[in-house]
């Protein structure tokens, strides 16, 4: 690892405080910690500052340092470690890194230093002759797939070629670096692939209403049974008369009142038992190992209050309830059941 040192004396300033915003937003960043935790905030406190001064100085350490009751070689180890700290200064419009790792030099990242090399400063974190730009070449940035990219400030370029590259320093050269889009500077969206999409291209499926769920057994109404068609009572036979031939129409009539099914019994609901509301006082589900003040009110919800209820489960009910909490296996894993039949007696947790 390469040796970070500060910038020489001649060139560090006299002292450094944060400008009235980002000094509240300091202390306000200072707080997201917790007492005693204040060091936690250095780095983004030395990014802030260097996002102010352009690089950090030492009196930019120190004041660090201060502000978070730090020791002054604690926030310089920080400061001397981690790359994206600048300890010297650089352009004032603009610092470019340049990525040179592997994706980017296959893809021309080495022509991109050419120019940077010819437009700013032969040798990197050299600044320019009039103090405006430097760059430097860096390690991977997370833009493989748009490779070759650069990245200024907090912004990446990505896509590159020679002549744009060269076009967005005379951009920022001339303080006009807002003028260029950052992201892909070709015929893509992010990360998509060039010249448009390729899959996926025609309109959006509507979602479709599902179906509303069968009401359980136990309250779906019987169906009421069919009654049986009545027979038409026979011809008067011939020879038939009076009594026998009233006897004769009368036999049918009889046998379907004989036939007549017996009315269907609603069927009981499928599933361990549920109350709309605990019987007396709800019992503290919390005492089975596993359960939670949160998965408690899941289970409230399901219509479970008592311990005696979980007891009664059998492999099927385990299975039911098992679909309706976020956590499957749990009721097995903690064997709830037998922790519950033990507390429902009166046993302790």
């Keep these: 690892m390469s040796v970070r040192r500060l910038a020489e004396d001649a060139v560090q300033p006299d002292a450094f405080a944060f400008n009235r915003a980002n000094g509240a937003w300091a202390k306000k960043k200072i707080k997201d910690y917790p007492k005693g935790r204040e060091a936690s905030a250095v780095i983004p406190l030395l990014m802030r500052a260097q996002e102010q001064e352009g690089w950090v100085t030492k009196a930019a350490i120190e004041h660090v340092g201060e ?18 700290f600048q300890l010297a200064p650089v352009g004032k419009r603009a610092h470019i890194q340049v990525c040179g790792t592997t994706p980017c030099m296959l893809r021309g990242a080495g022509d991109i230093m050419d120019v940077c090399k010819s437009k700013i400063s032969p040798n990197p974190f050299e600044v320019s002759e009039d103090g405006n730009l430097s760059w430097e070449e860096v390690e991977c940035q997370g833009a ?125 609901a499928a599933g361990p038992e549920r109350l709309k509301k605990p019987n007396g006082k709800a019992d503290d589900l919390k005492l089975i190992s596993g359960v939670g003040p949160k998965l408690e009110r899941t289970l409230n919800g399901l219509g479970f209050w008592h311990f005696a209820q979980i007891a009664k489960w059998k492999k099927a009910d385990v299975a039911i309830v098992d679909d309706q909490l976020s956590f499957k296996g749990r009721i097995e894993r903690d064997d709830w059941i037998k922790q519950a039949k033990v507390l429902a007696k009166g046993g302790t947790a």
């Design 144 to 268: 493989c797939v748009n490779a070759p990219m650069v990245m200024i400030f907090k912004d990446s370029y990505e896509d590159l070629t020679p002549i744009q590259m060269e076009h967005i320093i005379d951009r920022f050269a001339a303080g006009k670096g807002d003028e260029i889009t950052p992201g892909p500077q070709i015929d893509r969206i992010y990360s998509a692939p060039e010249g448009g999409l390729t899959s996926l291209t025609g309109k959006p499926v509507k979602a479709t209403r599902k179906a509303a769920p069968k009401k359980a057994a136990a309250t779906a109404k019987p169906a009421a049974p069919k009654k049986p068609a009545a027979k038409k009572a026979p011809a008067k036979a011939a020879g038939l008369i009076g009594s026998n031939a009233a006897k004769l129409a009368a036999k049918p009539k009889a046998a379907a009142k004989k036939a007549a099914p017996k009315k269907a019994t609603p069927a009981k």
């Design 67 to 84: 502000m978070l009751d730090m020791p002054l070689i604690r926030v310089l180890e920080v400061a001397t470690f981690y790359t994206q």
